[in-house]
């Protein structure tokens, strides 16, 4: 099946950095989803985007809904340790089922 | 919260051997998931369900079956285990937003 182009692939950075990945795709989606996935453990929903344009905050987790809904990015401020994983973009266009499409994932590494 | 459990943790199984991973979630979901996860691959879908005895397959059906008996129960069959069915397989649930269980690490020896 298809899936969404994203970047970086991985990311190695000093603690107290801003992070910024991004995810494209040619098609179009009526939902953005940014999920967070530890070592040996399932994807964990960080931020779910459900308007063209929309920006929605988490904490220090800032993401947004592309104005033309074919991509979105996830933005982590001022990174703690504990941020290290694997960050997984899905678009989900509304049909039976409700279907993710998956982002390869960017593998975040933080410095201490 | 959402809740969605898996059976196991960890499998180990023989090549050959029928496998059951059960997955249940406890929020009324009409949609569940089946994946598997692999280095370099991402997630890839096995099969899905959208109501009860309704199964659709996913991008990767070939080698499993599955059964939805109850709402929230989803199970994942591998009749015949194979070794290239190593990997992290993870269930999820949803109505409009997917949520994940915590994954089944198998291996097939």
């Known amino acids: 099946g298809q899936q969404l182009n994203q970047s970086p692939q991985s990311m190695f950075i000093q603690e107290g950095e801003d992070v910024s990945m991004n995810c494209t795709s040619s098609?179009?989606?009526?939902?953005w989803l940014w999920y967070k996935q530890d070592p040996g453990e399932g994807p964990v929903l960080l931020i779910a985007?459900?308007?063209?344009?929309e920006l929605t905050s988490n904490g220090r987790l800032t993401a947004q809904f592309g104005i033309t809904r074919k991509d979105s990015f996830l933005n982590i401020s001022a990174s703690i340790p504990s941020d290290v994983g694997i960050y997984f973009c899905?678009?989900?266009?509304?049909?039976?089922?409700?279907?993710?499409?998956f982002g390869g994932g960017t593998r975040l590494m933080v410095k201490p | 919260d959402v809740k969605v459990t898996q059976s196991s943790r960890y499998l180990v199984k023989r090549t050959g051997e029928k496998v059951f991973l059960e997955c249940v979630q406890d929020?009324?979901?009409?949609?569940m998931f089946w994946y598997r996860q692999d280095p370099g691959l991402g997630l890839r879908l096995i099969y899905f369900?959208?109501?009860?005895?309704?199964?659709e397959k996913g991008d990767i059906p070939e080698g499993y079956s599955v059964s939805r008996e109850k709402k929230e129960r989803f199970s994942l069959i591998l009749e015949s285990a194979s070794t290239n069915q190593t990997s992290m397989y993870l269930c999820?649930?949803?109505?409009?937003?997917?949520?994940f269980g915590p994954g089944t690490r198998l291996l097939v020896l």
């Open positions: 999820a649930s949803s109505e409009e937003t997917q949520y």
């Open positions: 098609s179009i989606f009526n939902t």
């Open positions: 985007l459900y308007k063209a344009g």
């Open positions: 899905a678009g989900q266009f509304y049909n039976a089922g409700n279907m993710l499409t």
């Open positions: 929020m009324d979901h009409e949609n």
């Open positions: 369900s959208y109501d009860v005895k309704m199964k």
